[in-house]
């Protein structure tokens, strides 16, 4: 069952903006994760963030987490149409052993 | 440093077939992951296994099971196939087990059953 939501299900931008997708879930975590998927290809992991930090940056990104909100964010800035691709978080619970669970994605396209 | 390889990359089955999917995780990793992903369900969790040892199982049925090997390699195996069944397969490995270690997926399988 999903753990987290992404919200939007879907967004779309021009080139050089910023692209905010969201991610609300329901139990204590451990950790929340960030993982990119192009079509048809496998995921790759972008960021990890712990359950006692509030802010991490990675090159471009920065995401976001409130733990009294049980909510994240990831900030794509000056967004290229390479970032094209479906977003997911994934966390996992705070009770341990147990395995990362993903939402169902934010579909980002970025027009050039 | 060769990434996670998963085969076959395409597949097509008829009802009430079996099938196996193979993954070869990046090497030095000992933990496996697999993951179903439909268009309707997202991703839904498998399987984990950590030194042949299987850690955690997702909620889908018998019909659905898996195994590591010494080398770290997986398999994992559908019976009895049905037509939900398609959908892309990804395994995932990592360094170790665990919360904080990041998974590092495959390309998937892409299995049609018709």
């Known amino acids: 069952s999903q753990q987290g939501e992404e919200d939007p299900q879907a967004l779309s931008i021009q080139e050089g903006e910023n692209a905010t997708m969201n991610c609300s879930y329901k139990?204590?975590?451990?950790?929340l994760q960030w993982y990119r998927q192009n079509s048809g290809r496998g995921l790759v992991h972008l960021i990890l963030?712990?359950?006692?930090?509030r802010e991490k940056h990675s090159g471009r990104l920065r995401v976001t987490l409130d733990t009294s909100k049980k909510s994240s964010s990831l900030l794509i800035t000056a967004s290229r149409a390479a970032d094209t691709a479906s977003y997911f978080c994934a966390t996992v619970r705070y009770s341990g052993n147990t395995p990362l669970v993903f939402g169902k994605g934010t579909r980002l396209s970025v027009i050039a | 440093k060769a990434g996670v390889t998963q085969t076959p990359r395409y597949l097509i089955k008829t009802r009430g077939q079996q099938v196996t999917l193979s993954c070869s995780p990046i090497?030095?990793?000992?933990?496996v992951s697999w993951y179903q992903q439909t268009p309707g369900q997202g991703l839904q969790f498998l399987f984990e296994y950590f030194s042949e040892t299987q850690r955690n199982k997702g909620n889908f049925p018998g019909r659905f099971s898996g195994r590591q090997f010494s080398n770290s390699r997986s398999e994992m195996n559908v019976s009895t196939l049905e037509l939900g069944d398609s959908a892309l397969y990804l395994c995932?490995?990592?360094?170790?087990?665990?919360?904080?270690?990041?998974?590092?997926f495959g390309n998937g399988t892409r299995l049609t059953v018709t």
């Open positions: 995932a490995s990592s360094l170790v087990a665990g919360s904080d270690s990041p998974l590092h």
């Open positions: 963030i712990r359950s006692n930090e």
């Open positions: 139990t204590s975590i451990n950790n």
């Open positions: 090497s030095g990793h000992r933990s």
